[in-house]
């Protein structure tokens, strides 16, 4: 195959297509340049379908090489190991968007690969790995309706910045990913300071339109040098079974729609289906095509009652929320506790305090830098009253814990008004429908209950919709039943004041910026609604710190001092650590952060510090030890490096014929500076000491 390549204009640079030259074997092959950043992105499809397999297995991969940034990996295997967060959120950025432009019943496997090749430190390459692996299926012999573009726009400084680089990110009001077709908006993905409805529409449709650009540079790519689709087998469920179950369970559905509790209605179902197992399996009809029949069936009944009834299907209004349950304070031993409950889904967040050593060093393609807010999230197998392996978190999992750390990250305090690193973690302990808006609403609470004064309380809201043709319903607060057949997952988190993030997935081709609208505003009435629930419960941040949380002081010292304070291999630093059990962090602006959980030890540690640190000054009294007997008097430590003498006839208030007899070394005595010559020698007296 011959090298091919197009490019258009985006932003500030060209993208640049290439195909022909890297990964030929596989089905589909794209190189994508922006600037001094490359992407490889490849898509291969099974030849066949797995005995028994009912699902589209679609994987998607990231891998960011650290030689793309011309790094060694750091720790003590030098390669590269199990995926970072980073690489897991490029991974479902691609599959996001991608996943609903499958065709219906394909069930062959396809992999995406994106390997990031080359990184100039300036543009964030997840965006070109999107457009890429979109361009690599409409290339391949893969069926795909695509394609697919994605852009970023960022506001900053009151100017929409299409393609920012991570310098304009990072100090942007908003951020805004946007991915599309023709069609519509197909993903969102947002971080934002407050912002308004009215501004993020303007951002997303600038990146709407520059998506344009970048769609026809694909269907001119796959026109040019793409390859004919392959003809494949689709597992369609069969009309006349579909018929059959209809018949035999539309009625038996009704019944089960008006069971409230989620797992009464799943057991039903079960009951159910086995009822149409037993009446339907034969030789040409399996239990699996049954099951999917009915799957089919309660998709098409569910969509009717929300389409065509004033209620849902649990007897909801369209914008009603579930109940909603505060609580604060509910662990006795943690530094913030708060349990959030909304229908049947409960998130336990937790906050925990800590000082500069438990900020997470995070090695990256833009270079290292320290993270001083973490939010985990949790999702046991009990949540949804199942059983499964307790493992480390998975993809959803970092997925979920992203965007709800996003959603607060507007809010928390920066380390000149609060010098804590602060990590919350979501417990998810039931789930039907947006666990992560809960933990968004849950860790609110709790960050309030640890006292971290957060800048305004932030809630979040998911709404669905269903649509067949131009009729479309959206729903506030949706269920877990209303998400699984719906046709649009959509989170909005906020303040009174503004959007803090923004989520949109959705399984069909595309909505348009009007009905994206009108999701907005529906999702700000929700948003304010769920903030008054969080304000009855607790209506600020604490003014006090828990008890079992560290107090952490800021000292300001002369950068010049540091040395000092830290000593020859760190042996005066030490001395003070072990001597008051503080936890010590140097700045090298001179900022010295002091954490303990005792005050007076805390205190004292600050004492040691200042003593070394500030300059001598003439009448004020030290605690003193003595270093070196003479017989003119004695030469007393009053911090470390720093002696004066404490001249005989200043020891006491009577006539000292032998110093020894009342002063040896180790004796430890409070000392008045008197005097400090002009060769910086200071004197000292034990005698003129004011008594207490």
Request: glycine residues 12%; hydrophobic residues 40%.
């Given at each position: 195959m011959q090298i091919a390549t197009m490019k258009t204009g985006f932003g500030r640079q060209d993208l640049i297509l290439e195909t022909g030259m890297l990964a030929k074997q596989a089905n589909g092959s794209v190189k994508i340049q922006y600037g001094g950043t490359v992407v490889l992105v490849t898509a291969c499809m099974s030849k066949g379908i797995r005995e028994g397999q009912d699902f589209f297995p679609l994987t998607v991969d990231c891998q960011e090489r650290t030689y793309a940034a011309g790094r060694i990996p750091g720790g003590f295997f030098k390669r590269e190991g199990r995926p970072s967060e980073s690489e897991i959120l490029t991974a479902r950025l691609i599959d996001r968007p991608i996943r609903p432009l499958f065709p219906k019943g394909m069930l062959n496997e396809v992999q995406i690969v994106a390997m990031v090749l080359s990184s100039d430190g300036e543009f964030d390459p997840d965006i070109l790995a999107v457009n890429a692996a979109s361009a690599a299926l409409c290339l391949s012999d893969i069926p795909f309706h695509g394609p697919l573009a994605c852009s970023r726009v960022a506001y900053v400084d009151k100017n929409f910045v299409l393609s920012p680089t991570y310098a304009e990110i990072e100090k942007a009001e908003l951020e805004v990913v946007v991915a599309a077709n023709a069609n519509g908006v197909m993903m969102l993905e947002s971080r934002a300071e407050q912002v308004s409805e009215e501004i993020y529409l303007e951002a997303v449709k600038i990146g709407f339109d520059a998506c344009k650009d970048i769609l026809r540079l694909q269907e001119n790519f796959a026109k040019q040098f793409g390859k004919p689709k392959a003809e494949i087998e689709y597992k369609l469920v069969d009309p006349e079974l579909k018929k059959k179950v209809h018949g035999l369970a539309a009625e038996k559905l009704k019944n089960i729609y008006q069971v409230a509790k989620k797992e009464d209605r799943e057991d039903q179902v079960d009951i159910l289906a086995k009822e149409l197992e037993e009446s339907l399996v034969s030789d040409t009809c399996t239990a699996s095509q049954i099951k999917q029949a009915l799957v089919e069936v309660e998709k098409e009944q569910v969509r009717d009652i929300i389409l065509n009834s004033p209620k849902r299907v649990d007897g909801r209004a369209k914008t009603e929320i579930r109940p909603i349950t505060c609580e604060v304070s509910v662990l006795p031993r943690t530094h913030g506790s708060a349990l959030f409950t909304r229908g049947q889904t409960q998130s336990l967040s937790v906050t925990t305090l800590g000082t500069g050593d438990d900020e997470q060093m995070i090695e990256a393609l833009e270079g290292e830098k320290n993270k001083s807010f973490m939010?985990?999230?949790?999702?046991?197998?009990?949540?949804?009253?199942?059983?499964?392996?307790?493992?480390?978190?998975?993809?959803?999992?970092?997925?979920?814990?992203?965007?709800?750390?996003?959603?607060?990250?507007?809010?928390?305090?920066?380390?000149?008004?609060?010098?804590?690193?602060?990590?919350?973690?979501?417990?998810?302990?039931?789930?039907?429908?947006?666990?992560?808006?809960?933990?968004?609403?849950?860790?609110?609470?709790?960050?309030?209950?640890?006292?971290?004064?957060?800048?305004?309380?932030?809630?979040?809201?998911?709404?669905?919709?269903?649509?067949?043709?131009?009729?479309?319903?959206?729903?506030?607060?949706?269920?877990?039943?209303?998400?699984?057949?719906?046709?649009?997952?959509?989170?909005?988190?906020?303040?009174?004041?503004?959007?803090?993030?923004?989520?949109?997935?959705?399984?069909?081709?595309?909505?348009?910026?009007?009905?994206?609208?009108?999701?907005?505003?529906?999702?700000?009435?929700?948003?304010?609604?769920?903030?008054?629930?969080?304000?009855?419960?607790?209506?600020?941040?604490?003014?006090?710190?828990?008890?079992?949380?560290?107090?952490?002081?800021?000292?300001?010292?002369?950068?010049?001092?540091?040395?000092?304070?830290?000593?020859?291999?760190?042996?005066?630093?030490?001395?003070?650590?072990?001597?008051?059990?503080?936890?010590?962090?140097?700045?090298?602006?001179?900022?010295?952060?002091?954490?303990?959980?005792?005050?007076?030890?805390?205190?004292?540690?600050?004492?040691?510090?200042?003593?070394?640190?500030?300059?001598?000054?003439?009448?004020?009294?030290?605690?003193?030890?003595?270093?070196?007997?003479?017989?003119?008097?004695?030469?007393?430590?009053?911090?470390?490096?720093?002696?004066?003498?404490?001249?005989?006839?200043?020891?006491?208030?009577?006539?000292?014929?032998?110093?020894?007899?009342?002063?040896?070394?180790?004796?430890?005595?409070?000392?008045?500076?008197?005097?400090?010559?002009?060769?910086?020698?200071?004197?000292?007296?034990?005698?003129?000491?004011?008594?207490?």
């Open positions: 939010l985990h999230y949790s999702f046991p197998p009990f949540s949804v009253g199942e059983t499964g392996p307790m493992r480390g978190p998975g993809r959803r999992e970092i997925g979920h814990g992203a965007l709800a750390e996003k959603s607060l990250l507007a809010v928390i305090p920066g380390k000149d008004k609060f010098p804590y690193t602060v990590r919350v973690v979501s417990e998810i302990l039931e789930s039907n429908g947006s666990s992560s808006m809960a933990t968004v609403c849950a860790a609110t609470l709790s960050l309030m209950d640890a006292g971290v004064p957060i800048k305004e309380p932030v809630s979040g809201i998911a709404l669905g919709l269903v649509k067949e043709g131009d009729k479309e319903v959206i729903l506030t607060d949706i269920a877990g039943l209303e998400d699984h057949f719906g046709d649009m997952d959509f989170k909005v988190a906020g303040t009174k004041n503004g959007m803090t993030a923004v989520q949109l997935d959705l399984k069909i081709d595309g909505i348009s910026l009007d009905l994206l609208k009108r999701c907005l505003e529906q999702s700000k009435e929700g948003r304010l609604f769920i903030l008054g629930k969080i304000n009855e419960a607790l209506t600020g941040p604490r003014q006090e710190l828990s008890g079992f949380a560290p107090r952490i002081e800021v000292l300001k010292v002369n950068p010049e001092k540091i040395g000092g304070l830290i000593g020859p291999g760190g042996k005066t630093i030490k001395k003070i650590i072990a001597a008051t059990g503080a936890s010590i962090d140097i700045q090298d602006d001179g900022s010295v952060f002091v954490a303990h959980t005792d005050s007076a030890k805390s205190d004292e540690a600050i004492r040691m510090i200042r003593a070394i640190t500030d300059e001598v000054e003439v009448n004020r009294v030290y605690p003193g030890k003595v270093k070196k007997v003479m017989n003119f008097g004695a030469f007393v430590e009053i911090a470390p490096g720093k002696e004066g003498l404490v001249h005989v006839s200043e020891i006491s208030d009577t006539f000292v014929k032998d110093i020894n007899s009342v002063v040896k070394v180790g004796d430890e005595f409070k000392v008045i500076v008197t005097g400090i010559d002009e060769l910086g020698r200071i004197n000292l007296s034990k005698k003129q000491v004011p008594a207490a």
